[in-house]
């Protein structure tokens, strides 16, 4: 059973930064990828950054390229987000995700577990 609890979100000024952190309660953390996805009120879902298991191999939306870094510590089966250099087009509500898949995926319906979501609001 994988549960995924997100954690870090918040109020920052544009410029600022966030770290976000997913916690993962499934005994296989390091077995499957884990992604980063967004959605701000009246859009849809979007990929924001993607981790294989081992960690090794990351992918990146081209809006968040050079700012954000996605990492992941399996011992403490946990995903981070750092974001640095925010923008008010950042905000929205930050979900990770659980892809027991081998290679990185950037859809939503690629994903086989979520979080609830934790709100980051970016002020200009």
């Known amino acids: 059973q994988v549960q995924l609890v997100e954690s870090g979100g918040g109020l920052v000024r544009a410029g600022g930064s966030l770290r976000l952190s997913c916690a993962d309660s499934g005994r296989t953390f390091s077995n499957y990828a884990m992604g980063w996805f967004r959605q701000a009120p009246g859009k849809e879902r979007e990929f924001v950054a993607a981790?294989?298991?081992?960690?090794?191999?990351?992918y990146y939306a081209d809006s968040v390229k050079g700012r954000f870094t996605i990492s992941r510590d399996n011992a403490k089966n946990t995903v981070y987000l750092q974001m640095n250099k925010l923008k008010p087009e950042d905000t929205a509500v930050y979900y990770c995700a659980a892809d027991f898949g081998v290679n990185i995926a950037t859809m939503p319906n690629e994903y086989d577990y979520w979080g609830q979501g934790t709100q980051v609001t970016v002020s200009s």
């Open positions: 981790i294989i298991g081992s960690g090794g191999i990351t």
